[in-house]
């Protein structure tokens, strides 16, 4: 599977390979279990995050490592949006915008 990851205009491919989606299903259920503590998204604390709203979070992570090359955390993030949303294509995210603004296509 192949998410595009659109940051401030540029555009980055992440290939997930098929088999990641269910190979990583422990470490979703452990991202998702500390999801369900809550989660600081910018100015706002959410108290049980929604399926967008940990896209979004798992989509900042994605940023973050991509901006640091961890290809391997970078991938991990795109299997997780993948597994929540597998109909996602695109995340677009402006680095000026708040978390809650980043969108899926």
């Not at 998410?3 to 098929?18: F, R, S, W």
Request: hydrophobic share 45%; net charge negative; proline share 3%.
């Amino acid at each position: 599977m192949l998410l595009n990851i659109a940051i401030d205009g540029q555009n980055v491919d992440i290939n997930v390979p098929d088999s990641m989606l269910s190979e990583a299903r422990d470490f979703f259920a452990k991202m998702d279990a500390d999801l369900d503590k809550g989660y600081q998204m910018g100015r706002f604390w959410v108290e049980n995050p929604d399926g967008e709203q940990r896209c979004q979070i798992a989509a900042d992570k994605l940023v973050t490592a991509i901006e640091n090359e961890n290809r391997n955390m970078a991938t991990m993030m795109s299997a997780y949006i993948l597994s929540k949303a597998p109909h996602i294509e695109s995340v677009v995210v402006d680095s000026g915008d708040e978390i809650q603004e980043i969108h899926f296509v």
